[in-house]
């Protein structure tokens, strides 16, 4: 079952005040050098289809947009490329990969193992504060405004509670694997997302979710996250 959303009469006071923008950075915090900088915002573009699949990348652009140099954009670009967010060609230089629907198939057999694991080893394994902060994830979600919230917003949200998840499952090696297959299942929403008609109880889901993981019930968390994963792959294949 999801969990809709809030949508609040405008007259009255908003925990809007809550839902903050959530930036490239805001899912890195620890990002310290230019070339990591630069690696989350333009991963950030490529996520939300600010740059589109097959758009060629110009390493002067970019830079001088992030304003920082040449060498930590083109830095950035070779950990995209391992990421499969980019392809670099010789002689005609570095593009945002293309999608198709095969992609959605093969990340998604992933997703559906790997999702339900790490929400068990979050429920099993996260520390008090880890906890705490799951909690009030879900607390700060269930109340969004959705009118007030756009759907590229929405989805940075999907992405900011999915990495909240993987660091408390406390295993970095499973928490590297996910984040790149998420980024790329979360490329594929978004380009369907004038299509879809529910993605705000897409995100809501994910309030029973966290509050199973924060309470230790680690079948229920798995239970959540493999049906979040399998909703996901119907709400894309039924607007195909």
């Known amino acids: ?94 593009f945002a990969t293309g999608m198709d629907i095969s992609d959605l198939a093969h990340i998604s057999e992933i997703r559906v193992q790997l999702e339900p694991l790490a929400a068990r080893r979050a429920a099993e394994r996260a520390v008090r504060a880890a906890q705490v902060e799951l909690e009030e994830l879900a607390a700060r979600i269930q109340e969004f405004d959705v009118s007030r919230l756009d759907r590229t917003e929405l989805m940075r949200w999907d992405l900011a509670v999915h990495r909240a998840i993987y660091r408390a499952a406390g295993n970095p090696h499973l928490e590297d694997v996910l984040i790149r297959y998420d980024n790329l299942a979360t490329r594929i929403f978004c380009l369907f997302l004038d299509r879809l008609p529910t993605v705000d109880e897409h995100v809501g889901e994910h309030v029973e979710l966290l509050r199973a993981i924060a309470a230790g019930d680690a079948d229920r968390a798995d239970d959540l996250a493999r049906e979040h994963v399998l909703g996901f792959d119907r709400a894309i294949r039924a607007v195909i």
């Open 1 to 94: 079952m999801s969990i809709p959303l809030k949508r609040q009469d405008p007259r009255t006071p908003s925990s809007y005040h809550l839902a903050v923008t959530v930036t490239a950075l805001d899912l890195d915090s620890s990002a310290a050098s230019l070339a990591d900088k630069a690696y989350l915002a333009i991963r950030d573009q490529l996520i939300m289809l600010d740059i589109r699949p097959g758009d060629p990348i110009d390493d002067d652009e970019r830079a001088k947009a992030l304003g920082v140099g040449r060498t930590p954009v083109r830095e950035a670009l070779k950990r995209l490329e391992g990421d499969r967010l980019v392809v670099s060609y010789p002689r005609r230089g570095t």
